[in-house]
């Protein structure tokens, strides 16, 4: 936990009042987290998560730093879960019916595309289509799956994603994030004080988190099972 870097919050100046009680102790002018505290904080989000995943709830994975990119899209895929790894687009969540539609929309022109059905146009209006769908691209790549708003969001640092910290807390969504020293706590339901800026520590807190929800989708998966053969009896 240490070797990975999680204990390194940010320079003692910019340390946020709220977060002074995860602070056990300044390094160089760099506030030192309480690594108890920390995993105690893990823990919580474990078993919060992992009770999402087993009942086949689905989370929204925010991370749009060059330390967190990689790592969000590699969890999502194996979970299927929805993500956002380039800049978060205002009304993801409070405006998720219009979302919806446009992502509707990229989900028809790639099938399109895909069949064949755009070669009917001319050349410049199918790269007018291309162009569309690169961009559409960029923009939803990692939502076409989301349809309907999740079950709960996971953030990696909340002040750098402050508007989709906003948007989940409006609409009520229990949010699970990656806090650094220098941000605000509220507004946080399952927060976890540690290094937001190493792809070290965020890898070693992810994986944590994955194995509590691997273990939710297995338990998920027996129960699943259980229930359908106790109905196919009960016929």
């Given at each position: 936990?240490?070797?990975?870097?999680?204990?390194?919050g940010?320079?003692?100046?910019?340390?946020?009042p709220?977060m002074?009680?995860?602070?056990?102790?300044?390094r160089?002018?760099?506030?030192?987290?309480?690594?108890?505290?920390?995993?105690e904080a893990?823990?919580?989000?474990?078993?919060?998560?992992?009770?999402?995943?087993?009942?086949?709830?689905?989370?929204?994975?925010v991370?749009?730093?060059?330390?967190?990119?990689?790592?969000?899209?590699?969890?999502?895929?194996?979970?299927?879960?929805?993500?956002?790894?380039?800049r978060?687009?205002?009304?993801?969540?409070?405006?998720?019916k219009?979302l919806s539609?446009?992502?509707?929309?990229?989900?028809?022109?790639?099938?399109?595309?895909?069949?064949?059905?755009l070669?009917?146009?001319?050349?410049k209006?199918?790269?007018?289509?291309?162009?569309?769908?690169?961009?559409?691209?960029?923009?939803?790549g990692g939502?076409d799956?989301?349809?309907?708003?999740?079950?709960?969001?996971?953030?990696?640092?909340?002040?750098v994603?402050?508007?989709?910290?906003?948007?989940?807390?409006?609409?009520?969504?229990?949010?699970?994030?990656?806090?650094?020293?220098?941000?605000?706590?509220?507004?946080?339901?399952?927060?976890?004080?540690?290094?937001?800026?190493?792809?070290?520590?965020?890898?070693?807190?992810?994986?944590?988190?994955e194995?509590a929800?691997?273990?939710?989708?297995?338990?998920g998966?027996?129960?699943?099972?259980?229930?359908?053969?106790?109905?196919n009896?009960?016929?």
């Amino acid at each position: 936990m240490a070797q990975a870097g999680v204990l390194y919050g940010r320079k003692k100046a910019s340390t946020h009042p709220k977060m002074l009680g995860f602070i056990q102790a300044v390094r160089n002018g760099v506030g030192i987290f309480d690594l108890p505290q920390t995993l105690e904080a893990v823990e919580k989000a474990r078993v919060f998560l992992k009770d999402i995943v087993q009942k086949g709830g689905q989370v929204l994975l925010v991370g749009t730093q060059p330390s967190a990119k990689d790592l969000i899209k590699q969890f999502s895929e194996k979970f299927n879960f929805p993500y956002v790894i380039q800049r978060w687009l205002g009304g993801t969540l409070t405006n998720f019916k219009t979302l919806s539609t446009r992502i509707n929309r990229y989900l028809q022109l790639k099938a399109d595309r895909a069949a064949g059905k755009l070669d009917k146009y001319t050349k410049k209006e199918r790269l007018d289509f291309d162009r569309e769908i690169d961009r559409m691209e960029r923009l939803f790549g990692g939502l076409d799956n989301m349809q309907k708003l999740p079950d709960a969001v996971l953030l990696v640092d909340s002040k750098v994603h402050i508007t989709a910290l906003k948007e989940a807390s409006l609409l009520k969504i229990p949010v699970v994030a990656i806090i650094n020293s220098d941000s605000d706590p509220d507004l946080v339901q399952y927060l976890i004080p540690a290094n937001s800026g190493s792809k070290t520590s965020v890898q070693w807190i992810l994986a944590k988190l994955e194995s509590a929800m691997e273990e939710g989708k297995k338990s998920g998966v027996i129960a699943n099972n259980a229930n359908a053969i106790q109905n196919n009896a009960n016929k």
